[in-house]
């Protein structure tokens, strides 16, 4: 496995796409953001999860 500076270890996205992801499912659905960007459930799924493992992260 390679480290990428712009992604993380678990994710297959970079950085930029998942916050672009987050940015627009405040005002849409997930549903409407993964057909936008071409993604599968599970994709925004992972996406979701990992941004909410980050704001946990900043908490504690």
């Known amino acids: 496995m390679v480290c990428l500076p712009w992604a993380e270890a678990e994710s297959r996205f970079t950085e930029l ?3 672009l992801a987050i940015a627009l499912l ?4 997930r549903q409407a953001v993964a057909n936008r960007l071409r993604l599968s459930w599970e994709e925004m799924r992972g996406i979701m999860e990992r941004a909410v493992d980050r704001g946990l992260k900043r908490l504690f």
């Open 26 to 29: 405040k005002p849409a659905s």
């Open 17 to 19: 796409l998942e916050e």
